[in-house]
């Protein structure tokens, strides 16, 4: 009896798995959209000096040590500089910028955030100015 509940079982499981099989590519194929989905769903940060600024393409491109990224600024894409809105005329070669950006399905780079400007003084000055505020309000 055990031998023909194990055959009915294996045969219940190949059966199972043959419908399975067809839809598993399907399942596996979701996780893998919904991992890629999640990657896309979150900026990527990036910091660095800009290179070359395309002003009718509303592109600016950071050289790497080993490759240059070039960075699309679309209509969405927030701008600042000095803590104030600025435009795609404020950048300029030779100019350090930081921000975030998406990795479109294409491969193109398109930037979230620009903040044009030194971001390691604003860091700096702003962890002295915190710890300085945060002394006197403890007592």
């Keep these: 009896m055990t031998a023909l509940g194990v055959v009915t079982a294996s ?9 399975k099989a067809s839809a598993s590519p399907k399942e596996s194929a979701s996780p893998a959209a919904t991992a890629a ?19 009718s393409a509303k592109t600016f491109t950071i050289a790497g ?7 699309k600024v679309g209509e969405k894409a927030e701008i600042t500089k000095g803590g104030s809105a600025a435009s795609m005329s404020d950048l300029a070669e030779n100019v350090e910028v930081s921000g975030s950006y998406w990795k479109n399905a294409d491969g193109s780079l398109e930037a979230k955030t620009v ?15 915190a710890s300085a505020s945060a002394s006197p309000k403890k007592p």
Excluded: C, E, L, W
């Excluded at 045969?11 to 419908?19: E, H, I, Q, V």
């Design 37 to 55: 989905a999640t990657k896309a769903a979150r900026p990527i940060p990036f910091h660095g000096v800009v290179s070359a600024v395309d002003q």
């Design 65 to 71: 040590k080993t490759k240059s990224r070039v960075f």
């Design 115 to 129: 903040k044009i400007g030194p971001a390691a003084k604003a860091k700096a000055s702003a962890s002295p100015a």
């Design 11 to 19: 045969a219940a499981a190949k059966a199972s798995a043959s419908p």
